[in-house]
């Protein structure tokens, strides 16, 4: 209570409403699995499109462990999640690298390198491990107009500071060596170091040049960097303008670092430069001398050229560029169930552990990681992952449901047994896989089978938009498909419905549609997807929408308050449709008073509210029953 201890008016602020509850968004995934390229660990990063996607962890071009290629399932289902009207995804990368003859684990097992010149000189290395680490970069030294001018208070370099690198090319009759060189600061006046690489560098001070047309000229040189890395729809990266020295303005040492302060930098910067060379020294490392007489003879003026035997001719750009390929890089070994299920060291987390610290997630995948349950020994991996799925949603983060891939290439008899196999409230199996047309094929003929996950997430947030997460996701178009594995008919789908395996069919005139709604739970309370996800969204809603009543005085307020904070939102969901029941007395009830607490209760700070919800469900068997009637009998 305020204190009220001189004589005065005071003014308060009070609140004569409920505290309302906001619904949670239900339409965000999160996909784990290999990709091509990007981080293993660490929070995994929101995506909006694909576009995204490919910029960080790669295209979608195929895979290869352990020498055997495999298509690139996850790129394919973050593609058919965002054309099926997915929005918003986050994806953790796993990576099995493979096992080393000798001695541990290598860090930088599966990052592609290459050393430029020497052992001592800078190391090249793919930020991440992966085939895609193998690309092109490609340094060109790009040289500014002359910068060496006089002044009323003497000579100076303009739009130099330092930290740069700069050539310096004299005049015939200068005493100063031609060169790179080091701007240094000297209590407030330039001087140069250099020039880089000889035994014993001079220092050249400004008044030791001449400011001219045809006198001394010293040029600022900066580097380009361009990437070029493999795959069919890759684009090329490129960086301009970047110091040589790392004090200087756009260092290229800070930019290519192996510690990015910048998370953005981390991402999206695919290789780094491991050196300890500075300035023209690591300008020469990196291009090496022909590249430099090439600069310096771009510098030229034409009566210079002229003057040369035979006759000079400039340089083109190409000339003053130098390229270097990275190898080495390698996808590793297939991801074992212990690299999806994840691990923690430290702040760091890989796996379904990165997923925890997330909290809008809703839907959870491991797209294609049934893809070899028919190989030889793997069926005990996939198992073990579909398991480490089903513990995330259902145990440790109750708000999430999984949605899993049947086996490619399976019978009815298969897919019952491997559905048979798991029972959750919190999961939805799909049968049979997707065909489309294979992106990679430049002639657009080759077809292949993707795994169904991606297309089902992608449905779960266009039907959560268009109608709500009280709506069953099914009867819905799956768009991108041009047919699936396995054509299911209506004889087909008697047998494998009552089980809770969802599945796709075709109808004429009507394409290529999503035709199932349950879980793969034996409890008949939970056996559709939609109930289990809409009561996810309720009390994800009232979790968060109820914090402010935490520590408040456990009393009668305090419980009419907390009723009517749920009342409110309960009565909103009614009105929308979400409720059985003609009015709300028929919908729902909220009781939170002495009826639902003891003084034991009470005494140990527990505040207990009793929901009921008669919550809508789909309409899964639509029954017409139809009579002969006689023309003079009533209805």
């Known amino acids: 209570m305020p204190e009220y201890l001189a004589p005065g008016v005071y003014v308060e602020e009070t609140s004569f409403r409920a505290k309302s509850i906001e619904g949670v968004s239900t339409s965000t995934a999160g996909f784990i699995g290999p990709t091509a390229f990007g981080p293993t660990e660490g929070t995994p990063e929101l995506l909006t499109s694909f576009a995204d996607f490919s910029r960080i ?101 303009r739009a130099i500071r330092a930290g740069d690198v700069v050539f310096l090319r004299p005049a015939l009759s200068s005493t100063v060596s031609s060169g790179l060189y080091d701007v ?21 001070e400004l008044g030791d040049l001449t400011a001219g047309p045809d006198d001394d000229r010293v040029h600022r040189v900066t580097l380009s960097v361009r990437v070029r890395r493999q795959g069919r729809f890759e684009e090329e990266q490129s960086w301009e303008d970047l110091a040589l020295n790392a004090a200087g303005r756009n260092a290229l040492t800070s930019i290519f670092t192996a510690t990015p302060t910048q998370r953005q930098q981390h991402l999206t910067v695919p290789f780094l430069v491991d050196t300890d060379l500075d300035g023209g020294a690591l300008l020469r490392a990196l291009v090496g001398d022909a590249v430099l007489d090439n600069v310096a003879l771009s510098l030229a003026s034409r009566d210079e050229l002229a003057a040369l035997s035979p006759l000079g001719e400039r340089p083109g750009l190409d000339l003053l560029e130098r390229a270097y390929t990275l190898a080495g890089g390698s996808d590793g070994e297939l991801p074992t169930p212990i690299r999806y299920a994840g691990e923690s060291e430290g ?4 796996g379904l552990m990165t997923f925890e610290d997330t909290e809008d997630i809703s839907i959870v995948a491991a797209p294609g990681s049934s893809a070899v349950y028919n190989d030889q020994g793997a069926r005990a991996r996939v198992d073990s992952i579909v398991q480490a799925l089903l513990s995330h949603c259902q145990l440790r983060m109750r708000y999430r449901v999984a949605v899993l891939d049947s086996p490619p290439n399976q019978v009815l008899s298969e897919v019952r047994d491997f559905r048979g196999k798991f029972d959750s409230t919190h999961a939805a199996l799909y049968y049979p896989w997707v065909t489309v047309i294979d992106p990679n094929d430049p002639a657009g003929r080759r077809e292949m089978n993707l795994p169904p996950s991606g297309f089902v997430a992608g449905i779960y947030a266009r039907t959560d938009v268009l109608h709500g997460v009280v709506k069953a996701p099914a009867n819905e178009v799956v768009f991108g498909a041009i047919g699936f594995e396995r054509l299911l008919n209506k004889a087909q789908q008697d047998v494998l419905n009552p089980l809770g395996v969802n599945c796709f069919r075709f109808f004429e005139g009507r394409g290529f549609r999503l035709w199932g709604a349950r879980t793969i739970s034996s409890d008949p309370e939970w056996k559709y997807i939609s109930v289990r996800r809409y009561f996810a969204y309720l009390e994800r809603s009232i979790d968060r929408g109820t914090q402010w009543a935490v ?64 919550v809508i469900k789909p309409a899964e068997f639509v029954i017409f029953r139809i009579g002969q009637i006689t023309a003079d009998s009533r209805s």
């Open 57 to 157: 962890f790669g295209g979608i071009d195929d895979l290869v462990f352990g020498g055997q290629e495999q298509g690139n399932f996850m790129a394919h289902a973050v593609r058919a999640f965002f054309d099926n009207g997915g929005s918003r995804l986050y994806v953790t990368r796993v990576y099995e690298p493979t096992p080393p003859a000798v001695g541990d684990a290598d860090a930088n097992a599966g990052k592609a390198s290459t050393v430029v010149g020497s052992p001592d000189d800078p190391l090249l290395q793919a930020r991440f491990p992966g085939r895609a680490g193998n690309m092109t970069v490609i340094f060109a030294v790009r040289a500014a107009a002359n910068t060496l001018v006089n002044t009323a208070l003497g000579r100076t370099l």
């Open 184 to 204: 240094e600061d000297d209590s407030g006046t330039f001087q140069l170091r250099g020039p880089a690489g000889a035994v014993a560098p001079g220092v050249v």
């Open 347 to 350: 702040l760091e987390k890989s």
């Open 551 to 614: 520590f408040e005085n456990n009393g009668d307020r305090l419980w009419a308050n907390v009723r009517r904070t749920v009342e409110d939102f309960l009565f909103n969901e009614w009105r929308q449709g979400a409720l059985l029941g003609l009015d709300p007395e028929q919908a729902f009830f909220v009781r939170c008073d002495r009826s639902t607490m003891t003084q034991n209760d009470l005494d140990n700070g527990r505040l207990i509210c009793l929901i009921g919800v008669a």
